[in-house]
């Protein structure tokens, strides 16, 4: 299975942005069924930083504190889509965004895709 992230872009503070994760891979992945998606970001020079996450079975979701009341993980089983619409977007929430998935059974997310780039200007 592979993740990729799309949607990044510059935009200014205030804004909003929604990104897309898309998998692909042999064979088709039709459904991520126990997995957990995850949204992550990064800036160079710090850790990689948990953002949200969804129970892709039950539509659970987690939230990092400073993305509460602003961002939304939501997931479409449909297509096997998962997306981070992130609204009233800071400065500091300029990074590159990763998703990944965490296997079923697995301790941490064992699958990553390539990452988009998220800068919000003042």
Same mark, same amino acid.
């Given at each position: !299975?592979? #993740?990729?992230?799309?949607?990044?872009?510059? !935009?200014?503070?205030?804004?909003? #942005?929604?990104?897309?994760?898309?998998?692909?891979?042999? @064979?088709? +992945? *039709?459904? %991520?069924?126990?997995? +957990?998606?995850?949204? %992550? $970001?990064? &800036? @160079?020079?710090?850790? $990689?930083?948990? +953002?949200?996450?969804?129970?892709?079975?039950?539509?659970?979701?987690?939230?990092?504190?400073?993305?509460?009341? $602003? %961002? *939304? =993980?939501?997931?479409?089983?449909? &297509?096997? !889509? =998962?997306?981070?619409?992130?609204?009233? #977007?800071?400065?500091?929430?300029?990074? =590159?965004?990763?998703?990944?998935?965490?296997?079923?059974?697995?301790?941490?997310?064992? !699958?990553?895709? $390539?990452?988009? #780039?998220?800068? =919000?200007?003042?």
């Amino acid at each position: !299975v592979q #993740l990729q992230a799309s949607g990044g872009g510059t !935009v200014q503070a205030g804004g909003s #942005l929604s990104l897309s994760c898309a998998a692909s891979g042999a @064979p088709p +992945v *039709t459904t %991520f069924s126990g997995y +957990v998606m995850g949204w %992550f $970001r990064q &800036n @160079p020079g710090k850790e $990689r930083e948990f +953002v949200a996450g969804i129970y892709w079975t039950t539509g659970r979701t987690k939230y990092t504190d400073s993305a509460k009341g $602003r %961002f *939304t =993980v939501s997931r479409d089983k449909a &297509n096997s !889509v =998962v997306y981070l619409q992130m609204n009233n #977007l800071k400065t500091e929430d300029t990074a =590159v965004y990763y998703c990944a998935a965490r296997s079923p059974g697995a301790d941490e997310y064992d !699958v990553w895709g $390539r990452g988009t #780039l998220v800068t =919000v200007s003042s």
